[in-house]
T-cell receptor, first 112, second 115 residues
Framework: GEDVEQSLFLSVREGDSSVINCTYTDSSSTYLYWYKQEPGAGLQLLTYIFSNMDMKQDQRLTVLLNKKDKHLSLRIADNQTGDSAIYFCASPPSSNTGKLIFGQGTTLQVKP | DTGVSQDPRHKITKRGQNVTFRCDPISEHNRLYWYRQTLGQGPEFLTY????????KSRLLSDRFSAERPKGSFSTLEIQRTEQGDSAMYLCASSAQTAESYEQYFGPGTRLTVT
């Protein structure tokens, strides 16, 4: 079935890097997405990666995709307190649907 | 354009009442999505439209829920005879079909509390 899993909590110090991991089950996913949600707010699209890519870098964000293991990760370099939020990975279950399946979210806490 | 907007931002209603939420997508986006998010969970897909056509509905969308997008612009989500289990954040998103990556942009959400 369609499933996306993430670890629930991660804590780092300001200036350190963080890595948030995600596994997904559907191998027909074309794009995979990372979203950020701050308390009481909607979801902000951070970045996405096409399934034929292994890596994508966007400023402080690096996305790594291991399609064989169906594993996706988001690395945030030089974390700031403003990075504290919940991070969701999301995957469309097939190429002919518009919906996204979201993980439970990883709460990132950046301590000063 | 200021992004996806939703109205109201908060709604408190008594069990058994009907509620209606509105979503205005980004103006050039022809796809519009509704999701529901409960505390501690990721968003769950409810339904989506391409222009005015409703293309997919989740099993979560019981017969008490109805969504419309009559002119292919804004959309409404109505919940009839609300139940306490309907309490959640209702999120709307939009995307452009012409965008190869179909990335979805979310609104701020409508938080529903059923008492």
């Amino acid at each position: 079935g369609e499933d996306v899993e993430q670890s629930l909590f991660l804590s780092v110090r300001e200036g350190d890097s963080s890595v948030i991991n995600c596994t997904y089950t559907d191998s027909s996913s074309t794009y995979l997405y990372w979203y950020k949600q701050e308390p009481g707010a909607g979801l902000q699209l951070l970045t996405y990666i096409f399934s034929n890519m292994d890596m994508k870098q966007d400023q402080r964000l690096t996305v790594l995709l291991n399609k064989k293991d169906k594993h996706l990760s988001l690395r945030i370099a030089d974390n700031q307190t403003g990075d504290s939020a919940i991070y969701f990975c999301a995957s469309p279950p097939s190429s002919n649907t518009g919906k996204l399946i979201f993980g439970q979210g990883t709460t990132l806490q950046v301590k000063p | 354009d200021t992004g996806v907007s939703q109205d109201p931002r908060h709604k408190i209603t008594k069990r058994g009442q009907n509620v209606t939420f509105r979503c205005d997508p980004i103006s050039e986006h022809n796809r519009l999505y509704w999701y529901r998010q409960t505390l501690g969970q990721g968003p769950e897909f409810l339904t989506y439209f391409q222009n005015e056509a409703q293309l997919e509905k989740s099993r979560l969308l019981s017969d008490r829920f109805s969504a419309e997008r009559p002119k292919g612009s804004f959309s409404t989500l109505e919940i009839q005879r609300t139940e306490q289990g309907d309490s959640a954040m209702y999120l709307c998103a939009s995307s452009a079909q012409t965008a190869e990556s179909y990335e979805q942009y979310f609104g701020p959400g409508t938080r529903l509390t059923v008492t």
